[in-house]
């Protein structure tokens, strides 16, 4: 997970507290580091190019998509423990975090990403349904 690193969490986590949520097993980490960004790839790569955007490492990281994943990860990390007692805050983080992802894949929010070089996935419609011409249908 060369994305994330456990370093990152200590933003927004004190150590303390990462370490009760984890269990102090790196493999509940890595797990919910890969969920969060499996995610997060459904979001993302209908319009950027996924791949290309968590093989960055360090500073070139987009800053917004770190965020977002480290709160989906620590969702996760709680889920784990208890799933029935997930603090309020990672609630709510986890849920912003979303609401960002469904509009930067809807085209409402713009980041600054590496955009695929294809087309994108999701098909286009135009138009409207065809309007019946005999009414004796």
Do not use: C
């Not at 004190?14 to 919910?32: H, K, M, R, Y």
């Amino acid at each position: 997970m060369s994305f994330i690193t456990n370093t990152d969490f200590l933003s927004i986590i004190d150590q303390e507290s990462f370490d009760d949520v984890s269990q102090n097993t790196q493999a509940n980490i890595d797990l919910a580091v890969s969920t969060a960004i499996d995610e997060a790839w459904g979001y993302l790569n209908v319009r950027f190019d996924a791949e290309a955007i968590f093989n960055l490492t360090g500073t070139n990281r987009p800053a917004a998509v770190v965020k977002a994943i480290l709160d989906l990860s620590l969702y996760q990390l709680h889920a784990s423990i208890s799933p029935d007692n997930i603090p309020e805050l990672r609630t709510v983080r986890r849920n912003e975090s979303i609401q960002w992802l469904e509009k930067v894949a809807d085209g409402f929010v713009n980041p600054k990403l590496p955009v695929k070089a294809d087309e994108p996935t999701t098909p286009l419609r135009y138009g409207n349904s065809n309007t019946k011409t005999n009414p004796y249908y």
